[in-house]
Every structure is written in structure tokens, then in C-alpha cells.
């Protein structure tokens, strides 16, 4: 399948987290005492990683400073990504959180950087006409006005899937784009008059000759605008786990957006897009929203370990317990896990994401001999457990003896259960008992090209 490319400004999110606990005696306002600093790529540089949970390749597109911010982004974004940069005409911009207790207390934006309308790179071009599908995420700093990048986009734009995320100061897309997803405010923003988001949606459709307009409306799903009618999409099936108190929306434009560029690039139709788009950014927001994706600014744990005491804690139902009584999302994969290789460790990360625990439950050696054969496995239960456990994105490990973890997922009782892209179509013998306990199954596209049999195969034959 060819790449999901992601074209859009850059900017780094910093997220510092700190409690407030008292009124400063100057001015009626609280003091924060400034705790642990987490780090993440925003705009453009955002939408490439949630891109990277929806497809198998990702490729950026975005301008980059020379300045310190900018080495940083690019080596956050590169974990995920290919990465192909364009000049920045000034500092790269920085968006500042300052949170206590969950609550977003502040924000301070700096840098002025605009992408250089510069001649397009041969890469860039290359990138584009690679691509599946694309993704324009404008976040106003010049690149979706980039002369050449329109002019290649509007060439494209007739054969390749195009998505775009518009922005107030931003242009108008192509014409020809096959989805434009503003949020409410942004289409009223952008469309000449007021109405309701149906109104928008069809009068933006029309205004940009799309096939479609997407308007998203929160927590009631989004309005899809296209050349037959005019239709809501509710939030159904996840719309249980949206409830927090207070739930982080940051970045669930983005996910909307990649979600549905995502699923064009399969080749959904855009009724199919915007209803799978609906879905992802409900779950991302349920999951804890944009701080899921970032990480700490120094030594330590990920997000959501702010101390080195759950690195410890390695028992998987102490771990479920511990979830449930938080009111957190419990989320379990499964595997044999026989020489972990770059394939595993993406699939749990991104599993990892979507909840607040990540269980993983792994064959034993008996099990993995009756599924795989008695050359098998090469590395003991006891060494694979010890080296999933080292993974940041692993808080517990559960091995169980059968060739289905059915048993053991009755007693875990997770909220997802996560199996690799290369299960879709085949029917789950587990899944029966998830969705008894209201959960749900999810599968995370693979990484091509990585396999254990395909390893021992190579080393057997002496590659």
C-alpha cells in the first residue's frame, strides 16, 4: 500500500504539569508550582502520529527551524515518521501549556517561523506522487499556501485522495479535494453568513468545489456534506467512553482528520471515512487526548508514569484493579512474542495509546509449541516476559498456558483488545468474551516486512 503523506506546519507542544494549591496575595489568580515538563510534536507534526496509528507508512512534509526547538521536533517526529523538511523563515513556534490538577491553567505561544516559499525539493515532489492519500493539516504558517506544493496538490488531487484540515488564516484548499474537516467554529469562520453546521457544510462544500465537507461538532459526532445529501454522523458505539469531567479535546481535529484520510487511503467511501473518523476521535479524546503522545523532557517514565513506583508494578491484575478504580481504560494485546522485533514494539506502542494500562498476555512456551511446532519458541516465557516488561509501553505481563487467552481475558476483563492488522477478516476466538464485558477488539495495521517466522527462516538459510 503506498504511504499516507502529511503536508502542514510543524510546531512543538510543551505540556508542564504542576499543582495549584493557592491564590497569589498580588492578584486573585493561582500559583502553580511547576512540576514535569512533557514534550510533543503539535499541529502538522501531531497529525503525522496519529496518521501512524491509522497506516502503515506515514511521510511529513513540513518546515523546520534551525534553531533548537526545531532538532527537537524533528527527532520526536522521526519515531514515527519519514521525515522530508522544507526551510522555516524565522523560530519554530512553541505552544505552552501549564496544567495543574488535569486543568489547563495558561497557555504562552512563542516563534513567529513561516514555511520559506522556497522551490519545492525534488524529495517533496517525489513524496507527493508516491503518496495513497494526503493529508493537508493547516495550521496557518504558510506551507498549505506553498505555490508549489498547490500546484502539485491541485494536479494530484483528481486521482489521489486528498484531505484537508483548514485553518482561518490558512488558504482555501484545491479544488477537487475529496474531504475539507473544519470544526463548527472554523466553518462559521470560513463560510460566508452563519447557520447551522449542515448549512456550513454544504454551503463550504460548494464555496471549495470538494467532493465533500465534513464539520465536526464536538461530542455529537460531525455533518458530512457531499454531492448527494446532507447527514449527521453521532458518536455511537464509543460514546460511553467520553464522559470524563474533564476530557482533553487537544488534537481530536487531527485525529478526525487522519482517521479519515486514513481510511480513503483503504478505500472507503467518505460516508465510511467520516463514520470511522467519528469513531477515532471519540476513542482518542477517551484515551486522554494529545498528552497521551507526549514525553517526558528529560530521564523518566512515559506519560501517565510521573514516577519510577509503576515501573514496578508488574502484576497484571493488581494493574487491571488499579485501572478500574481510577476509572482509567484497561487495554490488553496478545502474543507469542518469539524474538521481539521492531513489528512488536510499534504494535504495542500504539496499543499502549489508546488506554491508560497496557496488559499484555503471552503464550507460554507449551502454547507456543502447539501453535507454532516443537522447534518453537526459541526464547523461554521467562525471557520474553522479562523483555517485554523493560518496554516503556508494557506495565504488565500475564502468561497463560492455552492456545487462546480466552481465560485469561475473562479474568482481565479489558476495556480493548488489541490484535495486529493481519487478523482483520478472521474471526477472534476471544472476542466473544471482551465484548461480554463491554469491551471492545481494535486492529492496529503491522509493520511490513517484520515476522519471527520470517527471521528464523532468514537465519536458518544463512541471510
Known sequence: MRPLVVVGDALLDIDIDGSAERLCPEAPVPVVDMGREWLRPGGAGLAALLAARSASEVVLLSAFGEDG?????????EREADVVPLPLTGSTVCKTRVRAGGQSMLRLDSGDGRAAHTALPARAERALRGAGAILVADYGRGMAGHPGLRELLTELAPTVPVVWDPHPRGPAPVPGTRLITPNESEAAALAPGTGSPEVLAKSLREQWSSDGVAVTIGSHGAVLADAKETRTFPITGTSRLVGHARPDTCGAGDRFATAAAAALLGGADLAGAVTEAVDAAARFVAAGGAAALSLADGPGTSPGRPDGAARAERNAFEVAARVRRDGGRLVATGGCFDLLHPGHVTLLRKARALGDALVVCLNSDESVRALKGETRPIVTATDRAR?????????????????????????????????????????????????????????????????????????????
Open 69 to 77: 526547538a526545531g532538532r527537537r521536533l524533528i527527532e520526536l517526529l
Open 387 to 463: 523483555l517485554l516488561a523493560e518496554l516503556e509501553s508494557v506495565d504488565a505481563v500475564a502468561v497463560f498456558d492455552e492456545t487462546s487467552p480466552a481465560t485469561l481475558l475473562d479474568r482481565l476483563r479489558p476495556d480493548v483488545w488489541v490484535k495486529g492488522g493481519d487478523y482483520a477478516g478472521t474471526d477472534l476466538p476471544e472476542a466473544d468474551v471482551v465484548h461480554r464485558h463491554g469491551g471492545e477488539v481494535v486492529l492496529i495495521p503491522m509493520v511490513e516486512g517484520y515476522s519471527t517466522s520470517r527471521l528464523v527462516a532468514a537465519a536458518n538459510s544463512g541471510n
